[in-house]
């Protein structure tokens, strides 16, 4: 069985039993007005020397600017993109920096390396949802009904971009310690709702709501921001915590209201008595968990940016 994106509303639907392979597609840099003389490329409309097809200019790192080089004065300078996502050697560091570099770029699978070039962390096919609420979302997990709950924060999981559960580091996305500066958006498909839900999205979170198993009643932030889509952000002061160690990942404290699990605005994955760390329900999200009755789900997806 292959799972395979179709994209509705510009994150991807989770297709079962679909046939065929994703299609990896990514824009390509705008024609220049005229053909380049020899030893020029095109780049951002305009023929440059010394770069090479990549857009990377020859002998030196992506992201620098060239100015002298492209016929203009110093103080014009045109910047080059770090990556287009079309490749491994042109991934880009996150879907919210491709889409800054290239506007037009649509919903699809792109390549993602979110440490650079130099860094440790491989580069891998993410999906990239460039539609909805202004685009820019990265697609970090995928969790599938009944399978075990990971460490989101620290630990990449199964095959990034691939089939089954998977999941690619938050903080490999994040400049801040506690990953207090993502915009983290949850969708589910599989549930009673029909199609695929899209919650509220979450700021000001700690990285411990993603740690299964820490701190086990206890309280682990101080609130948190949310908002849905078009929205701005509005505080939710609760004392979230994991109630106890069937609370896998979890935003949440109450049954109700902006934290609530029964229902409200939190989010909670839960397990079983038997197997505390596996995801058998889903909590909050403005949908699911009223009348303590937590929703069966196929899978729940990840998608971050920074705010």
């Excluded at 005229?34 to 030196?60: I, L």
């Excluded at 079309?86 to 880009?92: H, L, M, N, V, Y």
């Excluded at 849905?228 to 004392?239: I, K, L, M």
């Excluded at 109630?243 to 209201?257: L, T």
Aim: charged fraction near 20%; glycine fraction near 16%; charge should be negative.
């Amino acid at each position: 069985m292959t799972m395979k994106h179709a994209v509705v509303w510009g994150v991807s639907l989770i297709v079962l039993g679909a046939c065929g392979d994703v299609v990896v597609s990514a824009p390509t840099t705008p024609d220049c007005q005229s053909a380049c003389r020899a030893g020029e490329t095109c780049v951002a409309g305009v023929c440059v020397e010394g770069v090479t097809d990549a857009g990377v200019p020859a002998g030196s790192d992506a992201g620098v600017t060239l100015a002298a080089d492209a016929g203009r004065p110093a103080d014009a300078g045109i910047t080059i993109p770090s990556g287009d996502g079309q490749s491994a050697e042109t991934a880009a560091v996150s879907c919210q920096q491709l889409l800054v570099d290239y506007p037009d770029t649509e919903s699809d699978v792109f390549w993602i390396d979110p440490d650079g070039a130099q860094g440790p962390v491989e580069p891998m096919q993410l999906f990239c949802g460039m539609e909805y609420d202004n685009g820019g979302w990265t697609q970090v997990a995928r969790l599938i009904y009944g399978d075990q709950v990971w460490d989101a924060w620290s630990d990449s999981e199964g095959s990034p971009g691939g089939r089954g559960s998977w999941g690619a580091a938050l903080n490999w996305f994040s400049d801040d310690e506690d990953g207090r500066d993502l915009e983290i958006l949850i969708g589910a498909v599989g549930t009673q709702r029909g199609g695929y839900y899209i919650g509220p999205s979450y700021s000001d979170v700690p990285s411990s709501a993603w740690q299964p198993g820490v701190d086990v009643e206890e309280v682990i932030g101080d609130g948190f921001d949310s908002r849905t889509e078009g929205e701005e952000f509005e505080r939710c002061d609760a004392e979230i915590w994991r109630r106890n160690r069937r609370w896998s990942w979890a935003i949440s404290r109450g049954e109700d209201g902006c934290a609530g699990w029964a229902g409200g605005g939190g989010f909670v994955i839960y397990g079983t008595r038997r197997d505390p760390e596996g995801a058998y329900s889903l909590w909050g999200l403005n949908a699911y968990g009223a009348g303590n009755r937590g929703a069966q789900f196929q899978a729940v997806e990840l998608f971050v940016r920074r705010r």
